[in-house]
T-cell receptor, first 113, second 114 residues
């Protein structure tokens, strides 16, 4: 079956530091890849997506590139802010079918001043 | 833009009671998904509906049932509640037919069973 593996957290960074959260996947087909963010006490928000190899998803300064050769979708941000503190989930699903999301275990990011 | 609506936002029930959670998807979305999230865990898929028909089933207990109605809203019915059912329950909706199936989540219902 499909699976998503994320680097374990928590990740603690100082404000303006560079962020990388690693994500790799195993898929039976050709999935679309997503990053979701969950702020404390809130639901999951779609942060960015990529639907095919070499696509780069970006939003709010975050980026991730769909790498089929390494089955990876690492999340990056050049300069984090305290307001980025949240849990980040990597996930995959399939286009054209009512397919569930398969999530990684989530990575908690804590940004300090 | 319209988002996924869930009600109630918070629910407290006693063991062996019944709960009903409601979900109103984004207009024109044809698919609804239900997920359960325990503390510190990733969301676990329960069940989904495409065009009002059940499309997939995950780790949903037999005590739970769900349906999608003609107006596309969905309800998750939970009976004989157990302490272990305490969790956040999310509904997500997506457009599958002609879309990318990117799923948008509601704010969740926090169920506490005492």
């Amino acid at each position: 079956g499909d699976s998503v593996t994320q680097m374990e957290g928590p990740v603690t960074l100082s404000e303006e530091a560079f962020l990388t959260i690693n994500c790799t996947y195993t898929a039976t087909g050709y999935p679309s890849l997503f990053w979701y963010v969950q702020y404390p006490g809130e639901g999951l928000q779609l942060l960015l997506k990529a639907t095919k190899a070499d696509d780069k998803g970006s939003n709010k300064g975050f980026e991730a590139t769909y790498r089929k050769e390494t089955t990876s979708f690492h999340l990056e941000k050049g300069s984090v802010q305290v307001s980025d503190s949240a849990v980040y989930f990597c996930a995959l699903t399939y286009t054209g079918t009512a397919s569930k999301l398969t999530f990684g275990t989530g990575t908690r990011l804590q940004v300090t001043l | 833009a319209a988002g996924v609506i869930q009600s109630p936002r918070h629910l407290i029930k006693e063991k062996r009671e019944t709960a009903t959670l409601k979900c109103y998807p984004i207009p024109r979305h044809d698919t609804v998904y239900w997920y359960q999230q325990g503390p510190g865990q990733d969301p676990q898929f329960l069940i989904s509906f495409y065009e009002k028909m059940q499309s997939d089933k995950g780790s949903i207990p037999d005590r739970f049932s769900a349906q999608q109605f003609s107006d596309y809203h969905s309800e998750l019915n939970m009976s004989s509640l157990e302490l272990g059912d305490s969790a956040l329950y999310f509904c997500a909706s997506s457009l599958v037919a002609g879309g990318t199936n990117e799923q948008y989540f509601g704010p969740g219902t926090r169920l506490t069973v005492t």
